[in-house]
């Protein structure tokens, strides 16, 4: 990250609260693509796209030099089977059937990676049709994703390495109008129960989605809090990641608040008779949505511990070579590290000014949240000196 980048994107922190944050969407559903490898830089990705929490899409020009797009996929675009067995075949893998709805999700189930191919390659065969549905291998990751934003409302990018996929993407706050009488939402937003109004009040208040078109190589990203539709449009292999960091790491605390909030409203009756309340509540928030705050304060340590370590040392040749969470960091800048650790500031005081938190034992966090604070605030100004 460069000094220019950094001074912005800390003066937009410091100008708008982050609660404004889902307010920032795009004025008219266009979604950049970004062609030119050389002329872009993660300062420029920072700054347009993960700062504003913009999607764009990236040409097939950022994976060319990709080994998964070069063996995975044959002369004609096809996945390569032949190859995929032979380095994968052993493995076990979610598969998840498209045909079944459960919840709002789709049942899954771990089998061999070489079931699944000679699955694959028979579903193609017989046109598209299988006795036993349609599987999707995700996760690992024809077929559709259903309607949701990424876990803990992270970043995502997704690269085809063959194939094509469409996406429909509405903005943080969209969501509210796609929403039926009790508050859920729907598995399929094309689904035309989506008209009857007794079911869905909002939705003729809902903006249409962001439509995007993406095809063999090109990467998708996809910005905090934004809900997505997925369809793979032909045999599709794509790799995918989330990711957090300064920028919407306060996005995540708002989602595990909004979270924890609806646990005790669910809940809130056991309240007086129970004398464990809160602490059942961060029971079922973590069954519910995989964290606790007790989790989330480690995951910020972690994350700080990480940044400061990168500061008050730099980089050995050791982590560089191993390519390490700490060589990647190091990569973006000694400036991305100051970021990300002001970001975690703002956060971590928050979560320990938080009346939920404070309610539960916190013995057993080390360190005690005042003293990473203290830490993190030497580490920052002696950085910056
Ligand atoms: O490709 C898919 O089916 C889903 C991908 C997705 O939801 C994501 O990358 O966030
Ligand atoms: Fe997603």
Sequence with gaps: MDRATFACSTAFFRDYSSSSHTAFCLPTGHVDFIEKVESFTYSDFFRDYLIPNHPCIFSAKFTEGWGSRRNWVTWDGKPNF?????KFGEAIVPVANCDVKEYNSNPKEQIPFKEYINYWKEHIKNDYRSSRGC????????????FHADVFRSYSWSANICGRKKWLLYPPGQEEYLKDRHGNLPFDVTAPGLQDNSVYPRYTQSQPPVEILQEAGEIVFIPSGWHHQVYNLEDTISINHNWVNGCNVAIMWCFLQDELAAVQREINEWKDPMDDWHVQCQLIMKS????????????????AENRISVLENGLDDEALAKNTPKAAISTLGMLHAVFDLKRTVKVL???????????LDLTSLSPPPEALLHHLKAAIDTALL
């Design 82 to 86: 032949d190859y995929l067995l032979q």
């Design 135 to 146: 599987l999707y291998l995700k996760d690992w990751h024809l077929s559709r994703t259903p």
């Design 349 to 359: 005081t928050s979560l320990s000014a938080n009346e939920d938190f404070k309610k």
């Design 288 to 303: 519910c949505t995989g964290i606790d705050y007790k989790e989330f304060y480690n995951f910020l340590k972690v994350i």
